[in-house]
């Protein structure tokens, strides 16, 4: 079982937000940058202090996590989620109604599933920027083709996401290259690239939208 979700202090949130869209904007060379607020971990009270904030869009990782934050909140606000984790396809349904960016593409047998349960669905290819196969997200050299089966699939690929491996931002910096190098190379607009500990390189780099949870949220436990 996960440990209870944890709660935030909205005015505390509201004051990252302020901060790191200030931080953003001060390096932003290339244009507009969206930032996709990483709810995992917190509870549903995080989604109303983020869109107090003035955040549209919510990401999670876990199917569990998300249905059950989405059935809190309800009407209360149109909370629009991006699909972050590991997916398993027998997960897929459920999510189909929830979902507006499948953000880990990874396989061929996973874009088949969402065209069947969400025809037309915009969805993002993850890289695997490491070369780690534990880190999630399809080897450079499978992208590519993997765009086009799912563009063969009448999926709407808009973009490709990648995780930087932890640990010093410096780092992260070729994998992001390479991906914006790829995207432009297959008229991918988005490059969902930049989290709280490496946003700024992925800026400098040509994100188009960065996923933050820590910076927003303040930091969660470790899962499992
Ligand atoms: C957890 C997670 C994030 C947010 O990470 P932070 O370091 O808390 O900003 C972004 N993207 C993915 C895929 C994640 O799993």
New binding site residues.
Partial sequence: MTAEPLTVDPEAVAARATALRARVDGLTRHGPIAIVA?T?GFGSDAVRAAAAAGFTDF?E?YAQELLVKATDLGDQLSARWHF??RLQRNKVRSLAPLVVVWESVDRPELAEEIARRAPGARVYVQANLSGEPNKGGAPFSEVPDLVAAARSLGLAVDGLMG?APAGDPEDARPGFRALVALADDLGVEVRSIG???DFEVAVEEGSTEL?????LFGSRPLRR
């Avoid at 996923?211 to 910076?215: D, E, P």
């Fill in positions: 990483v995992k990401g990782n972050l984790g995780v989290m709280s500990g996923r933050v949870g820590t910076a």
